[in-house]
């Protein structure tokens, strides 16, 4: 049976690696809002988690808060849907802190779900730069190639993931990708995008 190529790459939003830690230089007061942010959302509080998640942002006096602020704030936007939000909050937390590459993929994946494929490929390409031996961003810019019917350029790139360190399971999904290409000149169908 011929497998899509959007079932080839549905994971490219299948969660990265976990989030760099905390940078040092966050301020005691950031740190005490989001942690009231996370507890009002935990307990279905948005309109109450909101209302910290804002204050964090205001509170934050310099680039490690700001950077922490805005880039909970932006997961948490992503989760309730409101995506033209989360874009804002992470384009604040890359300009915070421009070395984060999870944020940077999380940002290219937005971009391309509204329909800004430019934007999407810069960040994307951002991202693998910052992480070189991460297969995410990688795999993002080769669902973005396919979305394009770019076949060379999403084969070079999961050729390109071959030379990194996967699991067996990951080097066979990649090989998998890589023969489905091969044997199969395009077009390629895409998801939904945002309206």
């Not at 790459?9 to 040092?24: E, L, M, V």
């Not at 995506?83 to 802190?97: I, M, P, Q, R, Y």
């Not at 991202?127 to 995410?136: I, V």
Request: glycine content about 4%; aromatic content about 6%; charged content about 25%.
């Amino acid at each position: 049976m011929r497998r899509s190529a959007l079932a080839l790459i549905a994971a490219c939003t299948s969660p990265a690696p976990q989030a760099p830690s905390q940078p040092t230089g966050i301020t005691p007061v950031v740190k005490a809002d989001v942690r009231r942010a996370e507890d009002a959302e935990l307990a279905r509080k948005h309109d109450v988690a909101r209302v910290e998640y804002e204050r964090a942002v205001a509170d934050a006096t310099n680039a490690a808060s700001r950077h922490f602020a805005h880039r909970e704030y932006a997961e948490t936007l992503e989760t309730w849907g409101e995506l033209d939000g989360a874009t804002a909050h992470l384009e604040a937390a890359v300009a915070a802190a421009p070395g984060d590459a999870l944020a940077w993929q999380h940002l290219g994946l937005l971009y391309h779900h509204a329909g800004d494929d430019r934007r999407a490929r810069t960040a994307l390409e951002k991202s693998k730069q910052l992480a070189p031996n991460s297969y995410y961003p990688r795999k993002a810019l080769a669902a973005l190639d396919l979305c394009a019917n770019d076949r060379d350029g999403a084969l070079a790139e999961y050729r390109e993931m071959l030379a990194l360190d996967l699991s067996e399971r990951m080097r066979a999904d990649v090989q998998q990708a890589i023969d489905y290409l091969v044997k199969s000149p395009g077009p390629y169908a895409c998801g939904p995008r945002a309206p």
